[in-house]
């Protein structure tokens, strides 16, 4: 049931917690779960709706929403943002400004939940799989991590969307419907419109069948890590010793080379560019004018950039 997600996951009700409020359906049945706790925890709960004017519904989205937190007597914060997509996609920009202002919120043990559920999930790994992701694309979506001061935590990530719709009529739940959610020219709505409900009429509950492996997928590679780490972990960092390095086969090279840029907290390159970097640095000599670039076209990690200096591969934001 969805009132039993909540018991599954670890939220403090002690702290402060706040639910990124859309208006939508999922956000919507997360907030009017939070809304029955025991009423001494209610003073916790804050719901936060990110005005991202780009809709000329934007104002009646938020007096949507206000209405229904004051039915639920949970205390609401409207923030505005405007979005530049810098070449990165709308859907991405709109993301990371509504990031930065959960960021900001968030003061330290403060809790954030999204309403992410698993068809979420299975549309992301899908995106990734077609993007050409690696293997830690696989992993899907997390239910829990820092964001700024505080942690964000998933709830519903192992909740279809079917179960969360179902809850909002028996409770006779009002939600926003965003008529750009039907806007076909967007990758993850064509997925989401097209080809999601193609696959589940063939294969039923083809969404958790996604998730199942997702679960599967972390579990493994949380264990290759802790073994890769334990035996080359002295050579993944900002720094890497290129003679070391060219002890190793190719593959393991390649590992060295994802675990130290992910630990520079920057964008992992394709596998193009991955080829382009042994090519240049392992498979020829390299100069202090080799270098090798790269970016993310979302744009939602910085781009990093590889150079060679006295033996030693140098990682650093581009």
Not at 17 to 27: A, K, L, N, T
Not at 190 to 201: G, Q, T
Request: with cysteine; charged share 25%; net charge neutral.
């Amino acid at each position: 049931m969805l009132s039993q997600s909540l018991l599954r996951v670890t939220v403090n009700l002690n702290q402060k917690i706040f639910v990124g409020f859309s208006g939508g359906p999922d956000s919507s049945a997360l907030l009017h779960l939070l809304s029955k706790v025991d009423s001494k925890f209610l003073g916790n709960i804050k719901a936060i709706h990110i005005n991202h004017n780009l809709s000329k519904n934007s104002s009646a989205w938020a007096e949507h929403c206000k209405d229904f937190c004051s039915k639920c007597n949970i205390d609401l914060i409207i923030e505005s943002v405007h979005i530049n997509s810098d070449g990165g996609g709308i859907e991405s920009a709109a993301r990371r400004a509504r990031f930065e202002v959960f960021k900001n919120i968030l003061e330290e043990d403060n809790q954030i939940l999204l309403g992410h559920h698993s068809d979420d999930v299975a549309e992301t790994i899908l995106m990734r799989l077609l993007r050409g992701t690696g293997v830690e694309g696989l992993n899907g979506i997390e239910q829990y991590r820092k964001l700024g001061s505080g942690t964000l935590i998933r709830p519903f990530l192992d909740i279809p969307k079917k179960e969360i719709l179902n809850y909002l009529k028996d409770h006779n739940i009002n939600y926003i419907e965003d008529d750009s959610n039907k806007v076909n020219d967007f990758d993850r709505n064509f997925l989401r419109n097209e080809i999601f409900p193609l696959l589940d009429s063939r294969w039923n509950n083809f969404a958790q069948r996604i998730n199942s492996m997702s679960h599967i997928v972390q579990e493994r590679n949380v264990n290759y890590t802790n073994l890769f780490l334990e035996k080359y972990g002295e050579l993944v960092g900002h720094k890497i010793d290129i003679n070391k390095l060219k002890t190793l086969q190719e593959s393991l090279i390649i590992d060295v080379l994802r675990y130290s840029i992910n630990v520079c907290n920057l964008a992992v390159p394709n596998s193009k560019i991955m080829k382009e970097i042994i090519k240049t640095f392992i498979n020829s000599d390299p100069g202090p004018k080799s270098q090798v670039s790269w970016s993310r076209s979302d744009k939602e990690e910085p781009g990093g950039s590889i150079t060679y200096k006295n033996g030693f591969l140098l990682i650093s934001k581009k």
